[in-house]
């Protein structure tokens, strides 16, 4: 069965960037997107279609994908960035709990 | 403002049923598929059905397939999630979610309701 591979955690110093990667066999043919979810709080869209970035998130967050990976980057992580990430693409990975610390 | 409001959730027995509500407001309700995410406690997002904007596809995870029917009603902008024969497995915050994008292409979700918790226990 179809599946989406994240690493379980990464872990950066303020200010570093932050890369997560998602790998699945079905990114080539399709899009995939990125959610951001706080503790006790629900997911938020940071990154559709690959690389564009909704209306309201910052422009440290980017996305970009090659081949079966897709990446997220957080280029100066903050404190305040630390959450679990998921990507999707038809289904959800099994999320990256990033610590900025 | 865009937004989704799940309610109905609460604690229920093994073998009982349920049914979620999620009204929305804020954007043209009747245009889009609308989602449901369920996170059992400690664990990742899991997709659970789709709907679409006219209600005549609908699409489930396989574990729920058989107990669960998605449906929703465009004049009252609402999508509703009835669950049967629930397991202690079903337990889950759900979420509604709006479904954009390309069908088939590129598929996204967004906004997220705040979520509404299912326990299934004796």
């Known amino acids: 069965s179809y599946e989406l591979t994240q690493p379980p955690s990464v872990s950066v110093s303020p200010g570093q960037t932050a890369r997560i990667t998602c790998s699945g066999d079905?990114?080539?043919?399709?899009?995939a997107s990125w959610y951001q979810q706080k503790s006790g709080q629900a997911p938020v869209l940071v990154i559709y279609e690959d690389s564009k970035r909704p209306s309201g998130i910052p422009e440290r967050f980017s996305g970009s994908s090659s081949g079966t990976m897709a990446t997220l980057t957080i280029s100066g992580a903050q404190v305040d960035d630390e959450a679990d990430y998921y990507c999707?693409?038809?289904?959800f990975g099994g999320g990256t709990k990033l610590t900025v610390l | 403002e865009v937004q989704l409001v799940e309610s109905g959730g609460g604690l229920v027995q093994p073998g009982g049923s349920l049914r979620l509500s999620c009204a929305a407001s804020?954007?043209?309700?009747?245009?889009?598929?609308m989602t449901w995410v369920r996170q059992a406690p400690g664990k990742g997002l899991e997709w659970v059905a789709n709907i679409k904007q006219d209600g005549s596809e609908k699409k489930y995870v396989d574990s729920v397939k058989g107990r669960f029917t998605i449906s929703r009603d465009n004049a009252n902008n609402s999508v509703y999630l009835q669950m049967n024969s629930l397991r202690a497995e079903d337990t889950a915050v759900y979420y509604c979610a709006t479904r954009r994008g390309v069908v088939g292409l590129s598929n996204w979700f967004d906004p997220w309701g705040q979520g509404t918790l299912v326990t299934v226990s004796s």
């Open positions: 079905a990114l080539p043919k399709k899009y």
């Open positions: 804020g954007f043209r309700f009747s245009s889009y598929w």
């Open positions: 999707y693409s038809t289904l």
